[in-house]
C-alpha cells in the first residue's frame, strides 16, 4: 500500500537553531497534512497542503509541498524549547478520510 | 471545541482476557479510527468507520474487531488479548472527505494497555 519515508527518525538540536523534517512518497500524493504530538499528548492538527508547490507559514513554521508533490518538509526557524515533540507527516489515501501517517520525527530541543 | 474521549488512559489486562476500548466524538463526525502507536514505527491504522455499521480494516486488523452502533461512539475489541498488543491505542475522528481535501483528524488522548 502508499508510504511514505520521513527523516529524520531524530534530531537533537540547540535552542535557537533551525530544524527542517522532510517526507518523501514513491507516489503522487493528492494532498498532506503535518501533526505535531507533545510529550505525553496526542497527535494535533497543523497544517494541510493541497496545491503543487505550495508553501505555508504559521510563525516561525514553514510547511513546502513539492512541484511534483511526492515529498513536502516542515522547516522550524530558530527552534525554542516549546518545539519538542514528534512531527508526522500524513497523507490522504484514497477517497476516504483515511491518512497514511509517516513514522514520525521526534525534535529534542536543549536549552 | 471538538471532543474525542478515551474510556481509559491507562488498562492493564492478562492474556487471553477480552479487552473493549471505547471511544466517543461529540462533533458529529461521519469517519472514526482506531491506531496503535509504537516507537519507531508511528501511528498505524487498525480499523476505519466513515457511516454507522460500517467498517474497514487498516494495516494492522489482525487480533482485533470493531463495532460502530451509534454515530458518535467507535469501540475497538481485542478478543483474546496478547502480549504483542501491549501499545497506545489512538481514537480520532473527522468529517467525510470532499475532493482533493481531506478533513482535520481530532485525536483522543490515547490508552496506554499492557497485556501481562
Known amino acids: 500500500g502508499q508510504q511514505v519515508m520521513q527523516i529524520p527518525q531524530y534530531q537533537h538540536v540547540q535552542e535557537g537553531e533551525d530544524f527542517t523534517t522532510y517526507c518523501n512518497s514513491s507516489?503522487?500524493?493528492?494532498?498532506i497534512q503535518w501533526y505535531k504530538q507533545r510529550p505525553g499528548g496526542h497527535p494535533v492538527f497543523l497544517i494541510q497542503?493541497?496545491?503543487?508547490?505550495e508553501v505555508k507559514k504559521q510563525k516561525r513554521l514553514t510547511f513546502q509541498f513539492g512541484e511534483a508533490k511526492k515529498n513536502s518538509s516542515l522547516h522550524i526557524t530558530a527552534t525554542q524549547t516549546t518545539d519538542v515533540g514528534t512531527y508526522f507527516c500524513?497523507?490522504?489515501?484514497?477517497?476516504?478520510?483515511?491518512?497514511?501517517f509517516g513514522q514520525g520525527t521526534t525534535l529534542q530541543v536543549k536549552p | 471545541d471538538v471532543k474525542v474521549t478515551q474510556s481509559s488512559r491507562y488498562l492493564v489486562k492478562r492474556t487471553g482476557e477480552k479487552v473493549f476500548l471505547e471511544c466517543v466524538q461529540d462533533m458529529d463526525h461521519e469517519n472514526m479510527f482506531w491506531y496503535r502507536q509504537d516507537p519507531g514505527l508511528g501511528l498505524r491504522l487498525i480499523y476505519f468507520s466513515y457511516d454507522v455499521k460500517m467498517k474497514e480494516k487498516g494495516d494492522i486488523p489482525e487480533g482485533y474487531s470493531v463495532s460502530r452502533e451509534k454515530k458518535e461512539r467507535f469501540s475497538l475489541i481485542l478478543e483474546s488479548a496478547s502480549t504483542n498488543q501491549t501499545s497506545m491505542y489512538l481514537c480520532?475522528?473527522?468529517?467525510?472527505?470532499?475532493?482533493?481535501?481531506?478533513?482535520?483528524?481530532?485525536f483522543g488522548p490515547g490508552t496506554r494497555l499492557t497485556v501481562l
Open positions: 480520532a475522528s473527522s468529517f467525510m472527505a470532499s475532493g482533493g481535501w481531506r478533513d482535520t483528524q481530532y
Open positions: 497542503l493541497v496545491k503543487s508547490g
Open positions: 507516489t503522487t500524493l493528492s494532498n
Open positions: 500524513a497523507p490522504g489515501s484514497g477517497n476516504t478520510g483515511k491518512l497514511i
